[in-house]
């Protein structure tokens, strides 16, 4: 009985020293330096490479909300673009779910308010089909004759050669309901940087998730590229040149602004989304409505927009960083499964090859 505060005593101190030991930092399972991890930091809790971080620190400087094309572009491509997914092993099967909260930590991470979403935004061709009035139709075109069935898809010339409003009275009434979320985009192109900062469901997660889940918004710039260009030939055959250049300039930026995300997924999309601005320019060039001052004067605002980054950049750093996260992961937890090459056995020979062979 009367041993009883001495008993407590022990008890809280084995307590004590347990915390301590937990909230020690771990030591990492490999050498953290610039011949191993590439880079030295930051660091998390557990003294491992952050690689997200990194990438959210060194590419996300100097950009803000002002000057950052995503954040008008997530907007107009709402709710899809801001809604997150994750691919889970379940039952020896990949499967694809969505991230609970993801739209909120978006926005939060982008500086994007509840106001900012009450604007106009993209409405896709095959949902307008669907919905769209006839009569609404054959009034935007202003054709009072019959009424073709809808396309079901943009005709792809309608991309690279001028045409008019009576031969496509569908598409011309589907730029119309889009009109405001065009001039939009058109703007958002001409800002100066692009970056959708990387996320990720768990602390744990390696780079290559928080990666995965940022792809969905590359396809959703080439398209709204794309749709500046539909408009710009419509606008060349009405002879509104001016316009005309507008959007392909804004639509030619696109894939320049892409190729500063820093990923080969993003620098891929962005030489698909420079294709059509390209034709396009050539139709514009062979049109025979520019004089030859014009000309030179359009191919000199051209040549102002810059060029892409190049993707040995990318290959040095994002594409590097993602293959060293996942190595660092299964060197942590012991799960090859998580590494980018499937032909891995043993752990061991895989850490001691990757992070200190000469």
Same mark, same amino acid.
Request: proline share 7%.
């Given at each position: 009985m009367h041993d009883r505060p001495g008993i407590w005593l022990r008890i809280f101190t084995i307590l004590t020293s347990l915390a301590i030991i937990a909230a020690a930092p771990v030591k990492p399972p490999i050498p953290i330096s610039y011949a191993t991890t590439r880079i030295t930091g930051p660091l998390t809790k557990n003294g491992l490479v952050d690689y997200v971080a990194a990438f959210n620190q060194h590419f996300g400087k100097g950009v803000t909300p002002e000057n950052n094309a995503a954040v008008p572009l997530l907007i107009l491509f709402r709710p899809g673009s801001f809604r997150g997914w994750q691919s889970k092993l379940f039952k020896g099967k990949m499967v694809t779910t969505s991230i609970p909260g993801w739209g909120a930590m978006r926005r939060k991470a982008l500086g994007i308010t509840a106001h900012d979403l009450t604007g106009p935004r993209f409405i896709d061709f095959q949902t307008f089909r669907k919905h769209a009035d006839p009569a609404a139709v054959s009034q935007a075109a202003g054709d009072t004759g019959h009424l073709s069935p809808a396309p079901r898809y943009i005709p792809g010339k309608l991309y690279i050669h001028p045409w008019s409003a009576h031969n496509h009275p569908w598409v011309t009434a589907w730029l119309q309901v889009n009109e405001g979320a065009l001039?939009?985009?058109? @703007?958002? !192109?001409?800002? /100066?940087?692009?970056?959708? /900062?990387?996320?990720?469901?768990?602390?744990?997660? %390696?780079?290559?998730? $928080?990666?995965?889940? @940022?792809? *969905?918004?590359? *396809?959703?710039?080439?398209? @709204?590229?794309?749709? &500046?260009?539909?408009r710009a030939m419509l606008e060349l055959h009405r002879n509104d040149i001016e316009s005309c250049e507008n959007d392909l300039l804004s639509a030619n930026h696109a894939g320049i602004l892409l190729s500063q995300e820093h990923m080969l997924m993003s620098s891929m999309t962005a030489c698909a989304a420079a294709s059509f601005p390209a034709q396009a320019d050539e139709a514009l060039a062979n049109s025979g409505k520019l004089s030859t001052r014009q000309d030179l004067a359009y191919l000199h605002k &051209?040549? #102002? &927009?810059?060029? #892409? $980054?190049?993707?040995?950049n990318v290959l040095d750093t994002t594409e590097r960083w993602?293959?060293?996260? $996942?190595?660092?992961?299964?060197?942590?937890?012991?799960?090859? $499964?998580?590494? %980018?090459? /499937?032909?891995?056995?043993?752990?061991? @020979?895989?850490?001691?090859?990757? !992070?200190?062979? %000469?």
């Amino acid at each position: 009985m009367h041993d009883r505060p001495g008993i407590w005593l022990r008890i809280f101190t084995i307590l004590t020293s347990l915390a301590i030991i937990a909230a020690a930092p771990v030591k990492p399972p490999i050498p953290i330096s610039y011949a191993t991890t590439r880079i030295t930091g930051p660091l998390t809790k557990n003294g491992l490479v952050d690689y997200v971080a990194a990438f959210n620190q060194h590419f996300g400087k100097g950009v803000t909300p002002e000057n950052n094309a995503a954040v008008p572009l997530l907007i107009l491509f709402r709710p899809g673009s801001f809604r997150g997914w994750q691919s889970k092993l379940f039952k020896g099967k990949m499967v694809t779910t969505s991230i609970p909260g993801w739209g909120a930590m978006r926005r939060k991470a982008l500086g994007i308010t509840a106001h900012d979403l009450t604007g106009p935004r993209f409405i896709d061709f095959q949902t307008f089909r669907k919905h769209a009035d006839p009569a609404a139709v054959s009034q935007a075109a202003g054709d009072t004759g019959h009424l073709s069935p809808a396309p079901r898809y943009i005709p792809g010339k309608l991309y690279i050669h001028p045409w008019s409003a009576h031969n496509h009275p569908w598409v011309t009434a589907w730029l119309q309901v889009n009109e405001g979320a065009l001039d939009i985009a058109q @703007a958002a !192109f001409y800002r /100066p940087r692009f970056f959708n /900062p990387l996320l990720r469901n768990l602390r744990s997660e %390696p780079m290559a998730n $928080a990666i995965g889940s @940022a792809w *969905g918004i590359f *396809g959703e710039i080439q398209t @709204a590229s794309e749709y &500046l260009v539909v408009r710009a030939m419509l606008e060349l055959h009405r002879n509104d040149i001016e316009s005309c250049e507008n959007d392909l300039l804004s639509a030619n930026h696109a894939g320049i602004l892409l190729s500063q995300e820093h990923m080969l997924m993003s620098s891929m999309t962005a030489c698909a989304a420079a294709s059509f601005p390209a034709q396009a320019d050539e139709a514009l060039a062979n049109s025979g409505k520019l004089s030859t001052r014009q000309d030179l004067a359009y191919l000199h605002k &051209l040549q #102002m &927009l810059g060029t #892409m $980054a190049p993707i040995s950049n990318v290959l040095d750093t994002t594409e590097r960083w993602w293959i060293l996260s $996942a190595f660092q992961s299964a060197a942590v937890t012991n799960n090859l $499964a998580i590494l %980018p090459i /499937p032909i891995v056995k043993n752990r061991s @020979a895989v850490t001691n090859h990757f !992070f200190f062979a %000469p």
